[in-house]
């Protein structure tokens, strides 16, 4: 068994957002990662591609989350699967939004038209 403790998540920023990684493979975690995000109103992610499944739970704000050319509205209490592979672009509603979200442990993003792909670090 594993404890993080909350002083241990890790904290990463981008341009859109701030993940804070709750459980991962570098925290002690074999097969899942699980990350909180937070996003500032209208804020917007870069348009990406995962190659494994993630499931977004929103828990507060709106989202809105294009999905190869679908628009999926979130409020708070709603969960999306997204498959993998597939073009994605978040867009944080108009007083942002926190949602917990999960994906297999080594997910890895991209972006359409390449094939490089990372870990990001909430993943990790």
Do not use: C, N
Not at 60 to 84: N, W
């Amino acid at each position: 068994m594993t404890l993080i403790r909350s002083a241990d998540a890790r904290r990463t920023e981008t341009p859109a957002a701030v993940m804070t990684t709750l459980a991962s493979p570098s925290q002690g975690g074999a097969t899942l990662a699980l990350w909180r995000v937070e996003m500032q109103p209208a804020a917007q992610g870069p348009v990406h591609l995962i190659d494994a499944e993630q499931v977004w739970a929103l828990m507060a704000g709106e989202a809105t989350i294009t999905v190869d050319s679908e628009d999926l509205y979130l409020g708070p209490g709603d969960t999306a699967i997204l498959v993998a592979d597939v073009p994605r672009q978040v867009t944080a509603g108009p007083q942002g939004f926190t949602a917990v979200v999960t994906a297999p442990a080594g997910a890895r993003a991209g972006v359409p038209g390449s094939t490089d792909k990372v870990i990001p670090p909430w993943i990790a």
